[in-house]
Nanobody, 123 residues
Framework: QLQASGGGLVQAGGSLRLSCAVSGRTVSTFAWFRQAPGKEREFVAR???????????YYADSVKGRFTISRDNAKNRVYLQMNSLKPEDTAVHYC?????????????????WGQGTQVTVSS
């Protein structure tokens, strides 16, 4: 089970940190997706950990340089630090995970999903 939190209302240029807690399973690949009103859900960022404990991250072009995904395996949590927020970042943000290591931005490849947390950026 995944539990996302940390969303809220912020002015353009501000920051938020989303958190996602994982319980009941071990996961290898985490990702954040988002869905704006009237749009399809889109990939935001991914963190994967190989069997040799090498971690890599990958970002959508729209958030590269502004967002940072990180993970704390001891706490079984993943974070999304969002800086320099823009009104177009307004969306429900979802955390997702899969048990096995896979470099994918396709939401259909993720087995577990959080309930979503609303991020609203005012201009």
């Amino acid at each position: 089970q995944l539990q996302a939190s940390g969303g809220g209302l912020v002015q353009a240029g501000g920051s938020l940190r989303l958190s996602c807690a994982v319980s009941g399973r071990t996961v290898s690949t985490f990702a954040w997706f988002r869905q704006a009103p009237g749009k399809e859900r889109e990939f935001v960022a991914r963190s994967r950990q190989t069997p040799t404990m090498t971690r890599t991250t990958y970002y959508a072009d729209s958030v590269k340089g502004r967002f940072t995904i990180s993970r704390d395996n001891a706490k079984n949590r993943v974070y999304l630090q969002m800086n320099s927020l823009k009104p177009e970042d307004t969306a429900v943000h979802y955390c997702a995970a899969r048990s096995t290591y896979l470099a994918t931005t396709d939401e259909s490849d993720y087995d577990y999903w959080g309930q979503g947390t609303q991020v609203t950026v005012s201009s």
